[in-house]
């Protein structure tokens, strides 16, 4: 998709000073006021008679995305939704306003919701706007990195539970054209902004088809070998099936031997386990997490250990710990190191990944509840691994590794591309409805 710069697209012919410090200078026509002066904020919900009788849209946090769709699928009556709920109507727009979703730009225009109206958590902001405005102007204004770099600057509470305050939301002041021109200005981003939206969906799609992909020729290398021509055998387990005639089949129990060790002093560095990163100091990811008091009696891991978070069986999270220095990590965790058959734990690590050995994990793991069910030693010590030689070990890893970073590489690629459109995306809503930019009947309609 071709992407103009905004210094590229039109510009009005004459700017005037808004008067605001952050809004700067907006075109000569265009008037300055207050977001209070534009819509009502968070208006009290006036339902009653036969509207009771009626369903509503119940629109949880989790269903309102930071691109602005929303997933109108839960609908319940409106007198069992009349307290406790945020209520709106259609056109009305909605924002976040508890961190991190007001950060992460959660909020939407209803004017697609299919009922008439709808309720939602209580951490919604609701935006009704007044005659002469468009609610998707006004969506849009509360997309801008204006708003929402100073409504973070200015959000209140403790950490971690911060919120944009009303008077932020009804005091902003915004620059706005007449009302045929914000339909313009609408129109055209909307255009724009659905088209980016479907590029960055087909890259979304084509990192997945990389993921897919890599995971299926590492999964192959560790189970069948790199050779395709090496005769093969019955491995003895219904579930492993063939395996190079030349490799053995042995428990883990005979391969890996649990490590005992326990912190005494707490002081060693404290390690976590990330799904994208591995086995990690947890200090240079999130230097400012809760942590336990103590470190006392965590477990002790060393370079090549391989560790396991117990209570994320049905996920295969095993993870080598490539870090040359020794740390612990939670007595949630546990942690084993190579005896015998297998020298370095990547090998592990990748087979393990491997959708039979986690389907083999979950049926031996033990609980009630996903996420809350573990993976104790003496059952995951009963299952059974295809070994290769070492030296063939070596070489499998040496090619697992070198597809490995090749497939990053190209994912990178695309997670930078899908990086730009959204920078791209930002200017466009930014430029548009700041006035830095002027939209013509052709931009829509071309």
């Given at each position: 998709m071709a992407m103009l710069s905004a210094y590229e697209l039109p510009r009005y012919d004459d700017y005037k000073e808004s008067g605001v410090e952050w809004l700067g200078r907006v075109p000569i026509e265009w008037e300055v006021a207050r977001l209070k002066f534009s819509s009502r904020i968070n208006p009290p919900p006036r339902i009653g008679g036969e509207d009771l009788l009626n369903d509503a849209c119940f629109l949880p946090m989790e269903v309102v995305h930071s691109s602005g769709k929303v997933e109108y699928g839960i609908r319940k009556p409106i007198k069992e939704l009349k307290q406790g709920f945020t209520a709106f109507q259609r056109k009305d727009v909605i924002m976040a306003k508890i961190t991190p979703c007001f950060e992460n730009g959660k909020g939407a225009c209803l004017d697609s919701m299919p009922t008439k109206y709808g309720f939602g958590s209580t951490e919604f902001h609701v935006l009704r706007a007044s005659s002469g405005f468009n609610p998707k102007y006004i969506y849009y204004l509360t997309k801008t990195d204006l708003f929402m770099s100073l409504g973070e600057s200015l959000m209140t509470g403790s950490a971690g539970q911060k919120r944009v305050q009303t008077e932020f939301v009804a005091n902003f002041s915004f620059a706005f054209p007449v009302l045929d021109v914000q339909d313009e200005i609408v129109r055209f981003l909307d255009k724009k902004t659905t088209q980016i939206d479907e590029a960055i969906a087909i890259k979304e799609q084509q990192i997945a088809l990389l993921k897919e992909r890599k995971q299926i020729i590492i999964q192959k290398a560790v189970t069948q070998g790199l050779d395709p021509t090496v005769p093969m055998k019955d491995s003895?387990?219904?579930?492993?099936?063939?395996?190079?005639?030349?490799?053995?089949?042995?428990?883990?129990?005979?391969?890996?031997?649990?490590?005992?060790?326990?912190?005494?002093?707490?002081?060693?560095?404290?390690?976590?386990?990330?799904?994208?990163?591995?086995?990690?100091?947890?200090?240079?990811?999130?230097?400012?997490?809760?942590?336990?008091?103590?470190?006392?009696?965590?477990?002790?891991?060393?370079?090549?250990?391989?560790?396991?978070?117990?209570?994320?069986?049905?996920?295969?999270?095993?993870?080598?710990?490539?870090?040359?220095?020794?740390?612990?990590?939670?007595?949630?965790?546990?942690?084993?190191?190579?005896?015998?058959?297998?020298?370095?734990?990547?090998?592990?690590?990748?087979?393990?990944?491997?959708?039979?050995?986690?389907?083999?994990?979950?049926?031996?793991?033990?609980?009630?509840?996903?996420?809350?069910?573990?993976?104790?030693?003496?059952?995951?010590?009963?299952?059974?691994?295809?070994?290769?030689?070492?030296?063939?070990?070596?070489?499998?890893?040496?090619?697992?590794?070198?597809?490995?970073?090749?497939?990053?590489?190209?994912?990178?690629?695309?997670?930078?591309?899908?990086?730009?459109?959204?920078?791209?995306?930002?200017?466009?809503?930014?430029?548009?409805?700041?006035?830095?930019?002027?939209?013509?009947?052709?931009?829509?309609e071309g």
């Amino acid at each position: 998709m071709a992407m103009l710069s905004a210094y590229e697209l039109p510009r009005y012919d004459d700017y005037k000073e808004s008067g605001v410090e952050w809004l700067g200078r907006v075109p000569i026509e265009w008037e300055v006021a207050r977001l209070k002066f534009s819509s009502r904020i968070n208006p009290p919900p006036r339902i009653g008679g036969e509207d009771l009788l009626n369903d509503a849209c119940f629109l949880p946090m989790e269903v309102v995305h930071s691109s602005g769709k929303v997933e109108y699928g839960i609908r319940k009556p409106i007198k069992e939704l009349k307290q406790g709920f945020t209520a709106f109507q259609r056109k009305d727009v909605i924002m976040a306003k508890i961190t991190p979703c007001f950060e992460n730009g959660k909020g939407a225009c209803l004017d697609s919701m299919p009922t008439k109206y709808g309720f939602g958590s209580t951490e919604f902001h609701v935006l009704r706007a007044s005659s002469g405005f468009n609610p998707k102007y006004i969506y849009y204004l509360t997309k801008t990195d204006l708003f929402m770099s100073l409504g973070e600057s200015l959000m209140t509470g403790s950490a971690g539970q911060k919120r944009v305050q009303t008077e932020f939301v009804a005091n902003f002041s915004f620059a706005f054209p007449v009302l045929d021109v914000q339909d313009e200005i609408v129109r055209f981003l909307d255009k724009k902004t659905t088209q980016i939206d479907e590029a960055i969906a087909i890259k979304e799609q084509q990192i997945a088809l990389l993921k897919e992909r890599k995971q299926i020729i590492i999964q192959k290398a560790v189970t069948q070998g790199l050779d395709p021509t090496v005769p093969m055998k019955d491995s003895g387990v219904d579930w492993i099936g063939a395996i190079p005639a030349h490799w053995e089949v042995k428990r883990l129990k005979y391969v890996l031997e649990e490590r005992s060790e326990r912190s005494v002093t707490g002081e060693e560095p404290l390690f976590m386990v990330s799904q994208v990163h591995g086995l990690v100091v947890r200090a240079d990811f999130h230097d400012k997490a809760e942590v336990a008091a103590s470190n006392i009696d965590n477990k002790i891991v060393y370079e090549n250990d391989l560790v396991f978070n117990k209570l994320k069986a049905h996920l295969g999270v095993f993870f080598k710990s490539s870090i040359d220095f020794k740390g612990s990590v939670s007595p949630d965790y546990a942690v084993y190191t190579c005896k015998n058959y297998i020298k370095d734990a990547k090998y592990l690590e990748f087979l393990f990944r491997h959708p039979l050995y986690i389907e083999q994990f979950i049926i031996r793991a033990t609980g009630v509840v996903e996420g809350l069910i573990r993976l104790y030693t003496s059952d995951l010590f009963d299952i059974p691994v295809p070994v290769a030689p070492v030296e063939e070990q070596r070489a499998i890893l040496e090619y697992s590794e070198e597809q490995s970073r090749s497939y990053e590489r190209a994912i990178e690629l695309q997670l930078a591309q899908i990086e730009k459109l959204k920078e791209y995306k930002t200017t466009l809503i930014n430029s548009a409805v700041t006035g830095k930019i002027r939209i013509t009947p052709d931009m829509v309609e071309g």
